[in-house]
């Protein structure tokens, strides 16, 4: 399977070049898709048990698969090479997208642990129907587009089937099925917001994992989409790989509890460094367009600025979202400042100990503790 998996990928390098596709936004979508499959493919290996794995691992070699194949199509099409072979077949599997979609909602209802309550097993038949009705009429379009019609490629690099008007089938796919699918899909998302309100322990954190990863993927389309630019592109399709590792770390349970201090970090600076930008441009305007100071100078007096206020800010802003998003870190923070208080005006040996004991039990919560003082006058050698 890795093997297939390997072989998908490079084939993709070697196709996309041919085909005039050959850039980082163009393979973007194999960026997008392999770690789809390699954690799908982890997780297959460690709990074959779990369906979340090989769905994962089906979306990323469809995904794959199916962009080899437009690849090889649009070097057909696009560039005039009609001799090549097979090339209507390669159409016709280059639609494989839709059961990538169709797959995507799948990790989605049936994480953690590949189960469904007995309640939601017929939301899921549904469901099944659902992809069945859509694959089959859209198979049903291809294969009478792709035999009786001429193919070209369009104005924006897409694949098209000329003088065949869309049937009442596909218009059915997209004004019924289609909505029907992104309901599903947000039911599916609405049961785990839910279920997260009542999760405890390792659930609750397993929750975070898969919210974390969906925000981040869901976050960067929307920005890639809304801002033009290649960079903004780039950057959109690898931080889509957010998704796949935060549910397979929620499925294998791995290093659950760092979610808060990670979710702590980049809140912190992505607040410190919006704030710093909007110091450095400030100061830039007042010192040039209000004060009459040079660009240099105002440029100068932003960046001191900014360096100066880089630590205070930090801890402020740090200190503010670990109240929210990292609460043990900062109850055990508040747990040993007050301890360290309370330990100036202590003068009993006893209270000391007793005080130290209670705090590091509230701090870090230990299946037992001890301390040993060494009596006065004893000494030991080792």
């Not at 469901?127 to 792709?146: F, K, P, T």
């Not at 900062?330 to 130290?356: N, P, Q, S």
């Amino acid at each position: 399977m890795l093997g297939l998996l390997g072989l998908l990928a490079l084939a993709g390098v070697p196709l996309s070049a041919l085909a005039d596709q050959l850039t980082f936004t163009g393979e973007g979508i194999f960026v997008a898709l392999v770690p789809f499959a390699l954690v799908g493919f982890v997780l297959a290996r460690r709990v074959p048990r779990n369906p979340i794995g090989w769905i994962l691992l089906a979306t990323g070699l469809t995904g794959m698969f199916s962009t080899d194949v437009e690849f090889y199509a649009l070097r057909t099409y696009g560039l005039h090479h009609h001799g090549l072979p097979l090339a209507r077949v390669a159409v016709f599997f280059a639609a494989g997208w839709i059961l990538l979609v169709l797959l995507l909602p799948l990790p989605i209802a049936l994480f953690p642990d590949g189960r469904l309550p007995r309640r939601w097993r017929r939301v899921m038949w549904c469901y099944v129907a659902l992809c069945a009705i859509s694959i089959a009429g859209l198979v049903w379009e291809d294969v009478r587009g792709v035999l009786a019609s001429r193919l070209e490629v369009d104005s924006t690099g897409e694949l098209a089937i000329l003088g065949n008007s869309p049937s009442h089938g596909l218009k059915i796919f997209e004004h019924v099925l289609l909505p029907v699918y992104v309901c599903f899909f947000l039911v599916w998302v609405a049961r785990l917001v839910v279920g997260y309100r009542r999760a405890r322990g390792d659930e609750r954190q397993q929750l975070k994992w898969l919210f974390s990863g969906a925000a981040i993927c869901v976050a960067s389309l929307v920005v890639g989409v809304v801002v033009k630019s290649n960079f903004v592109d780039d950057v959109a399709w690898t931080a889509i790989a957010a998704l796949p590792v935060g549910i397979g770390v929620g499925v294998m349970r791995y290093r659950l509890y760092d979610i808060d201090r990670l979710i702590s970090r980049t809140l912190s600076y992505a607040i410190l460094t919006g704030l710093l930008v909007g110091v450095f441009f400030g100061i830039v305007v007042l010192t040039t367009d209000v004060l009459p100071f040079s660009s240099p100078v105002g440029v100068a007096a932003s960046t001191l600025a900014a360096a100066a206020l880089f630590n205070p800010l930090r801890l402020r802003v740090q200190r503010l979202v670990d109240r929210r998003f990292n609460r043990s870190r900062y109850d055990a923070e508040a747990i040993v400042a007050a301890f360290t208080i309370g330990l100036r005006d202590a003068v009993d040996l006893e209270t000391v100990r007793h005080e130290l004991v209670r705090a590091v039990d509230q701090a870090v919560e230990p299946s037992s503790t001890s301390l040993w003082i060494r009596p006065p006058g004893v000494t030991y050698r080792l």
